[in-house]
């Protein structure tokens, strides 16, 4: 039996809410936390950035794991905040964790998917038998355009899992659903991304999620009845509330790790760290349905069942009590700290 | 080992002097020397000269060869020695002279200590690769924080206040206000001290010495050959020196500068003197905590007792053992490598009463020169 | 200098100092020669624990205020460190863990560094 064998998560402790950045751009704060269902989000500190986040996410998965990291075969971080555009962030972590030299290792970018990307590579190479473990990261300091809407929900964060044999949770099963959709896009050496407004719904989000979700279900025997926790990716806190209504799920089913509303959208880190807070409840037997999704655009299906072993698993701090540990920053604060202003 | 006098000493003014180029403040302090000894130069066997980084604040390395050669003693190709240890290199160079005529080697030399910090953007700055610049330096320790962090821990532990520090400032910019050669000659205030900004949580801006230009020299002789130039010799009954850990975290205490207690100990042993014999004294006050510890490290008072001498008026001119009547770094301005020889002028004036509105009645005195945190110290004690 | 930085890479990722077989004494940062017994030591590389006291520490004010700490680690070794928390929670005797951050760049063309900074434990 393989899968996530451990994970771990960070979020930086600083917080801004909508009412904060409403008042600098002069929009309705009311509105806008009505139409995202996000109050506020995490800001990185100044000296934080995905791989910073990537590595706190990944000592404590390996921490709580109770394995040599030199026994970790493959590195894979997925982001689009890599602090160098060309030398990659999986090598600071994989030095920063003890890794040694013996390591598979590569950077990914698929937008908010990459670290699921990085999963399913991981688990295909334990699956094969040529690493004993694999460690898959997600994580984000996400950049946004100021007075874009996106600037309401564009946070940081991310989470890391640990793929190998006798898991916490077993990937039982595992699909993508790819086109070449340009919902959401950064050309290189433009500082904010653009989007395509309402067409990053329907045609991106939706239909690659659903179809994801079904394409698992179809050619893996699955029924929504199958599966007692649901996490989509977040980009606010609508979008994945419809999904699950769309796929036959409740509320109740995704609201454990519905983390968007509190600390908005880590990209990369988003799926993750609510598949993370889902585990930190989960019980063994339960089974949970984890689609991301990536603009440009695909979604990563998983279906993964909690087993026994996660009883003796070490889940404090939990992610919901990382998540009320903070400290918040006005606007000004906000772009310094997002170096968009500098000395 | 022969006796070794001071037969001649000459400053610059200290300070930012915009108008002085590096040979220029040499050479005024050279020949003031020269005057003060009533000699022409050529008598002059060997060059010893204190300079933390010419290589930095001037991009000019081969110190001593430009000093000699603009002194006109490359004319007789004397061998011309650069040392340094940070901001104790002058005191460096007045040991290795002491040493070079103690022993027979040489019977005159010039000890000069000269640095030109202007001509660059930030002296505290190359002052402060006088740390350990990988791991102190590389997470933001610059010379002033590890200082305050010696600071907060004194005040933590032994109950020092911010006020006691202020004292040893104000007691400087009183007696620098005597010296003519003080960069600063303005007397303030404690609440002076206490209202100026923060440079490193406790300190604050007035509790810090300035980075400044200046030059001394200082000529030493055999006692045969002294008593011949001068009939005022002061001879420097010791002349020692130690070092510490670099690093403040390699030390297992951060408030006793065991470089200062050695070198210290040493000295009053050969000069054959206690703490209290002591009757003037010219400490390195880069930092205001940096005189309250000498204090204690120097054994004026017990270790966590230092800040009861500022107090009580103890270091004061006119009290038991004044310390710093000229001013001391902080109002003569610290001009790195030059401090250390400045603070044998200093002595030497006071022991032989040619030290003006400024004057202490003292036969033995001692300098103290320290290297960044306390990794160099030199203890000279000097007498009549 | 980017081999310079590259050689401290491993004991600033992490707190990774050196441990003298003969005497027992940690040092941090490593060291080639153990102070204590010199020719007759025996050091080697090891990780050391993530937790401490804060010893002493200042507030650096010259620009952005930053906070440098003297902090004991729970095996006795001494790390000068930054730590990243508001002044006003610093306090003397302090526990602390550590964390992954950046400690600046050569340039906004250079090499970024790593290291390890602290945090309150709470």
């Given at each position: 039996?393989?899968?996530?064998?451990?994970?771990?998560?960070y979020?930086?402790?600083?917080?801004?809410?909508?009412?904060?950045?409403?008042?600098?751009?002069?929009?309705?704060?009311?509105?806008?936390?009505?139409?995202?269902?996000?109050?506020?989000?995490?800001?990185?500190?100044?000296?934080?950035?995905?791989?910073?986040?990537?590595?706190?996410?990944?000592?404590?998965?390996?921490?709580?794991?109770?394995?040599?990291?030199?026994?970790?075969?493959?590195?894979?971080?997925?982001?689009?905040?890599?602090?160098?555009?060309?030398?990659?962030?999986?090598?600071?972590?994989?030095?920063?964790?003890?890794?040694?030299?013996?390591?598979?290792?590569?950077?990914l970018?698929?937008?908010?998917?990459?670290?699921?990307?990085?999963?399913q590579?991981?688990?295909?190479?334990?699956?094969?038998?040529?690493?004993?473990?694999?460690l898959?990261i997600?994580?984000?300091?996400s950049?946004?355009?100021?007075?874009?809407?996106?600037?309401?929900?564009?946070?940081?964060?991310?989470?890391?899992?640990?793929i190998?044999?006798?898991?916490?949770?077993?990937?039982?099963?595992?699909?993508?659903?790819?086109?070449?959709?340009?919902?959401?896009?950064?050309?290189?050496?433009?500082?904010?991304?653009?989007?395509?407004?309402?067409?990053?719904?329907?045609?991106?989000?939706?239909?690659?999620?659903?179809?994801?979700?079904?394409?698992l279900?179809?050619?893996?025997?699955?029924?929504t009845?199958?599966?007692?926790?649901?996490?989509?990716?977040?980009?606010?806190?609508?979008?994945?509330?419809?999904?699950?209504?769309?796929?036959?799920?409740?509320?109740?089913?995704?609201?454990?790790?519905?983390?968007?509303?509190?600390?908005?959208?880590?990209y990369?880190?988003?799926?993750?760290?609510?598949?993370?807070?889902?585990?930190?409840?989960?019980?063994?037997?339960?089974?949970?349905?984890?689609?991301?999704?990536?603009?440009?655009?695909?979604?990563?299906?998983?279906?993964?069942?909690?087993?026994?072993?996660?009883?003796?698993?070490?889940?404090?701090?939990?992610?919901?009590?990382?998540?009320e540990?903070?400290?918040?920053?006005?606007?000004?604060?906000?772009?310094?700290?997002?170096?968009?202003?500098?000395? | 080992?022969?006796?070794?006098?001071?037969?001649?000493?000459?400053?610059?003014?200290?300070?930012?002097?915009?108008?002085k180029?590096?040979?220029?403040?040499?050479?005024?302090?050279?020949r003031?020397?020269l005057?003060?000894?009533?000699?022409?130069?050529?008598?002059?066997?060997?060059?010893f000269?204190?300079?933390?980084?010419?290589?930095?604040?001037?991009?000019?390395?081969?110190?001593?060869a430009?000093?000699?050669?603009?002194?006109?003693?490359?004319?007789f190709?004397?061998?011309?020695?650069?040392?340094?240890?940070?901001?104790?290199?002058?005191?460096?160079a007045?040991?290795?002279?002491?040493?070079?005529?103690?022993?027979?080697?040489?019977?005159?030399?010039?000890?000069?200590?000269?640095?030109?910090?202007?001509?660059?953007?930030?002296?505290?700055?190359?002052?402060?690769?006088?740390v350990?610049?990988?791991?102190?330096?590389?997470?933001?320790?610059?010379?002033?924080?590890?200082?305050a962090?010696?600071?907060?821990?004194?005040?933590?532990?032994?109950?020092?206040?911010?006020?006691?520090?202020?004292?040893?400032?104000?007691?400087?910019?009183?007696?620098?206000?005597?010296?003519?050669?003080?960069?600063?000659?303005?007397?303030?205030?404690?609440?002076?001290?206490?209202?100026?900004?923060?440079?490193?949580?406790?300190?604050?801006?007035?509790?810090?010495?300035?980075?400044?230009?200046?030059?001394?020299?200082?000529?030493?002789?055999?006692?045969?050959?002294?008593?011949?130039?001068?009939?005022?010799?002061?001879?420097?009954e010791?002349?020692?020196?130690?070092?510490?850990?670099?690093?403040?975290?390699?030390?297992?205490d951060?408030?006793?500068m065991?470089?200062?207690?050695?070198?210290?100990?040493?000295?009053?042993?050969?000069?054959?003197?206690?703490?209290?014999?002591?009757?003037?004294?010219?400490?390195?006050?880069?930092?205001?905590?940096?005189?309250?510890?000498?204090?204690?490290?120097l054994?004026?008072?017990?270790?966590?007792?230092?800040?009861?001498?500022i107090?009580?008026g103890?270091?004061e001119?006119?009290?038991?053992?004044?310390?710093?009547?000229?001013?001391?770094?902080?109002a003569?301005?610290?001009?790195?490598?030059?401090?250390?020889?400045?603070q044998?002028?200093?002595?030497?004036?006071?022991?032989?009463g040619?030290?003006g509105?400024?004057?202490?009645?003292?036969?033995?005195?001692?300098?103290?020169?320290?290297?960044?945190?306390?990794?160099t110290?030199?203890?000279?004690?000097?007498?009549? | 200098?980017?081999?310079?930085?590259?050689?401290?890479?491993?004991?600033?990722?992490?707190l990774?100092?050196?441990?003298?077989?003969?005497?027992?004494?940690?040092?941090?940062?490593?060291?080639?020669?153990?102070?204590?017994?010199?020719?007759?030591?025996?050091?080697?590389?090891?990780?050391?624990?993530?937790?401490?006291?804060?010893?002493?520490?200042?507030?650096?004010?010259?620009?952005?205020?930053?906070?440098?700490?003297?902090?004991?680690?729970?095996?006795?070794?001494?790390?000068?460190?930054?730590?990243?928390?508001?002044?006003?929670?610093?306090?003397i005797?302090?526990?602390?863990?550590?964390?992954?951050?950046?400690?600046g760049?050569?340039n906004?063309d250079?090499?970024?560094?790593?290291?390890?900074?602290?945090?309150?434990?709470?």
């Amino acid at each position: 039996m393989m899968g996530i064998v451990s994970y771990g998560s960070y979020i930086p402790k600083f917080r801004i809410k909508v009412e904060e950045i409403a008042r600098v751009w002069g929009e309705d704060a009311k509105k806008i936390k009505g139409g995202l269902g996000v109050y506020e989000k995490s800001v990185p500190d100044v000296d934080e950035d995905a791989a910073t986040i990537a590595v706190e996410a990944a000592r404590e998965a390996i921490k709580r794991a109770k394995i040599n990291p030199e026994d970790i075969g493959a590195v894979f971080v997925g982001s689009e905040s890599h602090p160098y555009a060309v030398k990659p962030t999986a090598t600071i972590v994989g030095e920063a964790l003890g890794v040694g030299n013996d390591y598979y290792a590569a950077d990914l970018e698929f937008a908010c998917k990459a670290g699921t990307a990085g999963m399913q590579i991981c688990y295909s190479m334990v699956k094969s038998g040529i690493i004993r473990y694999g460690l898959a990261i997600g994580a984000d300091t996400s950049q946004a355009r100021p007075g874009d809407a996106l600037e309401y929900a564009a946070a940081a964060g991310g989470a890391a899992f640990l793929i190998g044999k006798d898991p916490i949770a077993e990937i039982e099963a595992t699909y993508s659903f790819t086109s070449d959709t340009p919902d959401f896009w950064r050309r290189d050496l433009q500082p904010y991304p653009s989007h395509g407004g309402r067409f990053t719904g329907q045609p991106a989000y939706f239909r690659h999620i659903i179809s994801a979700a079904r394409g698992l279900m179809e050619k893996y025997g699955y029924k929504t009845e199958d599966f007692d926790y649901a996490v989509f990716h977040m980009p606010n806190a609508k979008f994945p509330v419809r999904a699950a209504r769309m796929l036959g799920f409740s509320e109740e089913h995704i609201s454990q790790g519905l983390v968007v509303r509190a600390i908005g959208n880590a990209y990369s880190g988003s799926s993750l760290l609510g598949l993370a807070a889902t585990l930190d409840i989960a019980e063994p037997d339960e089974r949970i349905l984890l689609v991301s999704f990536g603009s440009g655009a695909g979604s990563d299906a998983f279906a993964l069942r909690v087993t026994d072993r996660i009883k003796e698993f070490e889940r404090e701090p939990k992610v919901w009590e990382k998540i009320e540990r903070k400290v918040y920053v006005d606007y000004a604060i906000y772009l310094k700290h997002r170096r968009k202003i500098r000395a | 080992m022969r006796r070794v006098a001071v037969v001649g000493v000459g400053q610059s003014k200290f300070g930012e002097l915009w108008d002085k180029g590096f040979r220029d403040i040499v050479l005024e302090a050279g020949r003031e020397a020269l005057e003060d000894a009533d000699l022409e130069g050529k008598e002059i066997e060997a060059i010893f000269v204190g300079n933390m980084s010419g290589g930095r604040y001037l991009g000019q390395e081969h110190i001593a060869a430009l000093i000699a050669d603009y002194a006109g003693l490359a004319e007789f190709g004397i061998p011309a020695t650069r040392v340094e240890a940070a901001d104790a290199s002058g005191g460096l160079a007045v040991r290795q002279a002491y040493m070079a005529v103690a022993s027979g080697m040489h019977d005159i030399v010039i000890a000069a200590g000269a640095e030109k910090v202007t001509d660059v953007g930030d002296p505290m700055e190359i002052l402060s690769a006088s740390v350990d610049i990988e791991w102190e330096r590389f997470v933001g320790g610059n010379l002033p924080a590890l200082y305050a962090i010696i600071a907060r821990l004194h005040m933590e532990t032994f109950g020092t206040t911010e006020e006691d520090l202020a004292l040893i400032s104000v007691k400087n910019h009183r007696n620098g206000a005597l010296n003519p050669k003080a960069q600063f000659q303005r007397v303030i205030r404690v609440e002076d001290v206490l209202n100026s900004p923060y440079v490193a949580e406790p300190l604050k801006l007035l509790d810090c010495a300035s980075v400044s230009d200046g030059a001394a020299a200082v000529i030493l002789a055999s006692e045969d050959v002294a008593r011949e130039i001068t009939d005022t010799p002061v001879f420097i009954e010791a002349c020692t020196q130690a070092s510490d850990y670099l690093a403040l975290q390699s030390r297992k205490d951060i408030l006793t500068m065991n470089s200062v207690v050695k070198a210290a100990r040493e000295s009053y042993k050969i000069a054959g003197v206690e703490p209290k014999d002591i009757q003037v004294a010219e400490i390195h006050d880069s930092f205001t905590i940096a005189e309250v510890l000498a204090y204690e490290d120097l054994g004026f008072a017990e270790k966590g007792e230092g800040a009861e001498l500022i107090r009580e008026g103890v270091t004061e001119i006119g009290g038991k053992i004044p310390v710093n009547p000229s001013g001391g770094l902080k109002a003569c301005g610290h001009a790195v490598g030059a401090t250390g020889v400045r603070q044998i002028v200093e002595l030497t004036l006071q022991l032989r009463g040619e030290a003006g509105k400024r004057q202490v009645e003292a036969e033995k005195g001692l300098a103290l020169n320290i290297g960044g945190t306390g990794a160099t110290a030199v203890v000279s004690v000097l007498g009549r | 200098m980017v081999p310079r930085s590259w050689r401290k890479i491993k004991y600033r990722y992490d707190l990774r100092g050196s441990y003298c077989e003969n005497c027992g004494n940690y040092h941090y940062p490593p060291r080639n020669f153990c102070p204590t017994c010199r020719r007759r030591g025996k050091v080697i590389e090891t990780l050391f624990p993530e937790e401490g006291r804060v010893v002493s520490y200042t507030v650096v004010r010259e620009k952005e205020p930053y906070i440098v700490a003297l902090i004991e680690l729970d095996n006795g070794a001494r790390v000068l460190s930054q730590v990243c928390c508001d002044p006003s929670e610093m306090k003397i005797g302090m526990r602390v863990r550590k964390a992954f951050r950046r400690y600046g760049e050569d340039n906004e063309d250079g090499i970024i560094h790593y290291g390890t900074k602290f945090v309150p434990v709470n």
